[in-house]
């Protein structure tokens, strides 16, 4: 059974960069074919789709966020992790890592296409 955790501060200050990590165990994030995710919620809106990291570390990012965002992994602790530069409270949301069993032929927003979600964590971007 594969699990995913998600891991950082639950409070940015405007204009700061938001980190997150996903710790993910019970699969490698090199197995083939799999992409690992970062979704997020804003309050009393869906899910927005961030950005990806495929197994053989390509990525992929929302165009609405890619220049403010970054994934990377760290292969050596099965994790991958997320900077969200000069955020804004617009940034306040649950962030959810989250896995599709296969980097192709789906698109990133069928949410059903994601076999294995983080919990989620809060955080909160103000002053």
């Known amino acids: 059974q594969v699990q995913l955790q998600e891991s950082g501060p639950g409070l940015v200050k405007p204009s700061q960069t938001l980190s997150l990590t996903c710790t993910v165990s019970g699969g490698s994030i090199t197995t083939s074919y799999t992409s690992w995710s970062w979704i997020r919620q804003p309050p009393g809106k869906g899910l927005e789709w961030m950005g990806a990291i495929a197994y053989d570390g390509s990525t992929y990012y929302s165009p609405s966020l890619k220049s403010r965002t970054s994934i990377s992994t760290d292969t050596s602790k099965n994790q991958f992790s997320l900077q969200l530069s000069s955020v804004t409270p617009e940034d306040t949301a649950v962030y959810y890592c989250?896995?599709?069993?296969?980097?192709?032929?789906?698109?990133?927003?069928?949410?059903?296409?994601?076999?294995?979600w983080g919990q989620g964590a809060q955080v909160t971007v103000s002053s």
């Open positions: 989250a896995r599709k069993a296969s980097t192709y032929g789906s698109s990133w927003y069928r949410w059903n296409d994601y076999d294995y």
